[in-house]
Nanobody, 115 residues
Framework: QLQLVESGGGLVQAGGSLRLSCAAS????????MGWYRQASGKQRELVALITSDGTTMYADSVKGRFTIPNNTAKNTVYLQMNSLKSEDTDVYYCFAQIDVSPYWGQGTQVTVSS
């Protein structure tokens, strides 16, 4: 059974940094995309950043220049380096993976930025 296990959320002051990690485990034939979405209570889940199997990255405009998905990571693992955090970055962050043609989600990790 495939699982996405996240870690690294927490409380940080505005201007600070956090690093999220997500590891996929289980039977994985073709991992096409990994990345991160976030969702505030009562709002739609929104894209934060993605990385494809060929290393192409994509970022939401709201995080460009502040958040980074490092490319040189362990197999089936994705990180999200979050710098210069703002209070509006407070959300539950979900790891996402597209394996073959199926989407998978992590359980979510809370990121809280205090102003």
């Amino acid at each position: 059974q495939l699982q996405l296990v996240e870690s690294g959320g927490g409380l940080v002051q505005a201007g600070g940094s956090l690093r999220l990690s997500c590891a996929a485990s289980g039977t994985i034939f073709r991992l096409n995309v990994m990345g991160w979405y976030r969702q505030a209570s009562g709002k739609q889940r929104e894209l934060v950043a993605l990385i494809t199997s060929d290393g192409t990255t994509m970022y939401a405009d709201s995080v460009k220049g502040r958040f980074t998905i490092p490319n040189n990571t362990a197999k089936n693992t994705v990180y999200l380096q979050m710098n210069s955090l703002k209070s509006e970055d407070t959300d539950v962050y979900y790891c996402f993976a597209q394996i073959d043609v199926s989407p998978y989600w992590g359980q979510g990790t809370q990121v809280t930025v205090s102003s």
